[in-house]
């Protein structure tokens, strides 16, 4: 798994951790700005690990 990807992935767990304690603290609007980073950042992983894959496939190294 590419760096970026791992740390796309990473930001994305701590994310919807967070959005799970703001809704349980009640604060609602909060929580769906997690919500929606924690969205931002899984999509960057899910771009990432493809660019990856199709780097090795074509045999070329990107950072």
């Known amino acids: 798994m590419p760096r970026l990807a791992l740390y796309a992935l990473v930001v994305c767990l701590l994310a919807v951790a967070a959005a799970v304690v703001s809704f349980v603290r009640g604060s ?23 660019r990856g894959r199709a780097a090795s496939r074509d045999g070329s190294v990107t950072g």
């Open 28 to 50: 609602v609007l909060i929580g769906v700005v997690w919500v929606l980073l924690a969205g931002l950042s899984s999509n960057m992983t899910w771009y990432y690990v493809g």
